[in-house]
């Protein structure tokens, strides 16, 4: 069975500072996806960023990044210029690819992601 | 505009009653699932459906049933309440494999 480990269960950031998040996962596919999932106090559950396992480049989204280890099976999140908003739960998500909702996102535990004024 | 709504927000009810969260999503996806969130934040799959046949079945006990009347509805109704049960209940929906879910805002059941 698949599964996604964080190992650092919280996380502090200055503001405007760059933080990374950690991810690694397990699994036997050679295809699947990768997420990361930002959860603020309103419980919202908001897609960060999304990578392909085929793609050997990584992800960017504005401030968002990733760095996609394929053979490590590693898959962090570094944010860039920290800010207030980024404070929230931060959850790594794996999706192996197969049709018809026969998969499911598998979710790490998360990091909460304090960020200081 | 919301893409996935789930109702009611906040559920608090006594130990021994039934209750129902009714999710909906306008995004046309084919798939749709129940996960459920603990106190310590961890979620877990419960459900999925896809066009509106149960796929995913996690170990979720029997007082728990979801009801799918068409693909753009998939409602989980829950007998029986225990305080186990107090969460955070999401639906969430999909479009085709490799994408990311949509998930409604949750529902926080408290059992008391």
């Known amino acids: 069975a698949q599964t996604v480990t964080q190992s650092q269960p919280e996380m502090s950031v200055q503001e405007a500072e760059t933080v990374t998040l950690s991810c690694t996962y397990d699994t036997s596919e050679s295809d699947y996806y990768l997420f990361w999932y930002k959860q603020p106090p309103s419980r919202q559950m908001i897609l960060v960023i999304r990578q392909e396992a085929y793609k050997q480049q990584n992800a960017t989204e504005n401030r968002f990044s990733v760095n996609f280890q394929k053979a490590a099976k590693s898959f962090s999140l570094k944010i860039s210029d920290s800010q207030l908003g980024d404070a929230a739960m931060y959850f790594c998500a794996y999706r192996a690819t197969r049709q018809g909702g026969s998969e499911k996102l598998v979710f790490g535990k998360g990091t909460k992601l304090t960020v200081n004024p | 505009d919301t893409a996935v709504s789930q109702t009611p927000k906040y559920l608090v009810t006594q130990m021994g009653n039934d209750k129902s969260i009714k999710c909906e999503q306008n995004l046309g996806h084919d798939t749709m699932y129940w996960y459920k969130q603990d106190s310590k934040k961890f979620l877990k799959i419960m459900f999925s459906y896809n066009n509106k046949e149960l796929i995913i079945n996690e170990t979720v006990p029997n007082r728990f049933s979801p009801k799918s009347p068409d693909k753009a509805h998939l409602n989980l109704h829950i007998n029986s309440l225990e305080l186990g049960d107090s969460a955070v209940y999401f639906c969430?929906?999909?479009?085709?494999?490799?994408?990311?879910?949509?998930f409604g805002s949750g529902t926080r059941l408290t059992v008391v």
């Open positions: 969430a929906s999909s479009q085709a494999s490799g994408y990311g879910y949509t």
